[in-house]
């Protein structure tokens, strides 16, 4: 079910599929529910549903066959949720800022 947190619903559906699919809920090789499927679940349109699933795509999770369906790829590595990545850049960002002090400071020092 799509809540009203002011996150998109699209990005809800793709975080809930992405959890099933790192959980193995959905396990390599195994087909995704059909948009209409996953529309009545999740209580969405299937444009939302649709953008949900383009996500899952752009992250290289699931892959669809043309007439088939979409499947999770059965060398899927879930990427890492957005805030994962944004904990991590800020880590990065901090650890550069200290180096970056410390070399200006090497630099002061020998003017």
């Known amino acids: 079910m799509v809540r009203n947190t002011g996150r998109p619903g699209y990005l809800q559906i793709a975080d809930d599929l992405r959890e099933q699919i790192r959980r193995g809920s959905l396990a390599p090789g195994d087909p995704l529910p059909s948009t209409t499927q996953l529309a009545t679940t999740y209580d969405a349109s299937l444009s939302v549903v649709k953008l949900a699933v383009g996500v899952l795509r752009a992250e290289g999770l699931v892959i669809g066959q ?41 630099l002061a020092k020998r003017e």
Do not use: C, F, M, W
């Open 66 to 106: 043309q007439g088939k369906g979409v499947y999770v790829r059965e060398d899927a590595t879930p990427a890492l949720p957005a805030s994962d990545e944004l904990t991590e850049i800020r880590a990065t960002l901090r650890d550069l800022s200290q180096r970056l002090e410390r070399v200006e400071s090497q």
